[in-house]
């Protein structure tokens, strides 16, 4: 069974940056869209928050809160997905998970965990 393996996460003061990294433990195949979500302290699974998606074609898209500080990009040689965090909040304090949707199948990570402190 291939697993999403995240890396990156941290503890970093607000303003800082992080870069999260997630990449397949094996082959997995063509994947159609890559993507960030998120779940904050206190909420359940149901709650997690799509924060960022990038297409295979390029396409992304952002969570209004995160717009202008987050990027998102994906290495597709490398079956990578990347999330470029920077300015950070305290509201950005979460465990984030990376999902990858392949032939209508959707892979998640086991989540890297962000402490934004102010």
Do not use: H
């Amino acid at each position: 069974q291939v697993q999403l393996v995240e890396s990156g996460g941290g503890l970093v003061q607000a303003g800082g940056s992080l870069r999260l990294s997630c990449a397949p433990s094996g082959s997995i195949g063509s994947i159609n869209i890559m993507g960030w979500y998120r779940q904050a302290p206190g909420k359940q699974r149901e709650q997690r928050e799509q924060v960022a998606i990038i297409t295979s074609g390029g396409s992304t898209n952002y969570v209004d809160s995160v717009k202008g500080r987050f990027t998102i990009s994906r290495d597709n040689a490398k079956s990578t997905v990347y999330l470029q965090m920077n300015s950070l909040k305290p509201e950005d304090t979460a465990v984030y998970f990376c999902q990858f949707i392949v032939r209508n199948n959707a892979y998640w990570g086991q989540g890297t965990k962000v402490t934004v402190s102010s």
